[in-house]
């Protein structure tokens, strides 16, 4: 079946930072990628989202482009800050009639000052 | 505002008091799921709904249960709860649109079973 596979964490990271959270799949078909997000204490909200391969979803400084070569979907930020620190999933769903998530098992991110 | 809402966001209970927990969304959504989200397994699609009257299991369904009458809700029930769900719980709703489908999650439930 359908899988993601993200890095464990923790990652630990000074302010200013360079992040790559790696992010690889597998799946039927040609799944939709998306990066959500989870704030301590919070739902998960959707960071960035990509359809089709060597799309770049991006938003608020992160971006991710999905490889299709590869089966990647890695997470970017040039310089983090103390407000990113949050859990971090990849998932994807897969097109053809299926709205079913499925889910990486996340990635804790910590950004010291 | 476009939003999903769960209510109740945190439940201590015990072992087999039957218990509901609710969601609703005002984005007029056919598509709508559950989650549990479980330390190192991510989360996991509990069961989900197509439409009004139209639901299906996920892939964790056992000891759940959920009904659609409506287009906004799509309750959880739990008839006999066990420890072991234990959880936080997220309700969902699909937006489909031109480019693809984008899900938007509720704020979660905490539930303790004791």
């Known amino acids: 079946g359908d899988s993601v596979t993200q890095m464990e964490g923790p990652v630990t990271l000074s302010e200013e930072a360079f992040l790559t959270i790696n992010c690889t799949y597998t799946a039927t078909g040609y799944p939709s990628l998306f990066w959500y997000v989870q704030y301590p204490g919070e739902g998960l909200q959707l960071l960035l989202k990509a359809t089709k391969a060597d799309d770049k979803g991006s938003n608020k400084g992160f971006e991710a482009t999905y490889r299709k070569e590869t089966t990647s979907f890695h997470l970017e930020k040039g310089s983090v800050q103390v407000s990113d620190s949050a859990v971090y999933f990849c998932?994807?769903?897969?097109?053809?009639?299926?709205?079913?998530?499925?889910f990486g098992k996340g990635t804790k991110l910590t950004v010291n000052p | 505002e476009a939003q999903v809402t769960q209510n109740p966001r945190y439940l201590i209970t015990v072992t087999g008091k039957k218990l509901t927990v609710t969601c609703s969304q005002n984005m007029n959504h056919e598509y709508m799921s559950w989650y549990r989200q479980d330390p190192g397994l991510g989360l996991r699609q509990i069961y989900y709904?197509?439409?009004?009257?139209?639901?299906d299991k996920g892939d964790v369904p056992e000891g759940y249960k959920v009904s659609r009458k409506e287009k906004r809700n799509f309750p959880l029930i739990l008839e006999s709860p066990s420890p072991n769900q234990t959880s936080l719980y997220f309700c969902?709703?699909?937006?489909?649109?031109?480019?693809?489908?984008?899900?938007?999650f509720g704020p979660g439930t905490r539930l303790l079973v004791l």
């Open positions: 969902a709703s699909t937006a489909r649109g031109r480019y693809g489908e984008t899900q938007y």
């Open positions: 998932a994807l769903i897969t097109q053809g009639g299926s709205e079913k998530l499925v």
């Open positions: 709904s197509m439409n009004v009257e139209v639901t």
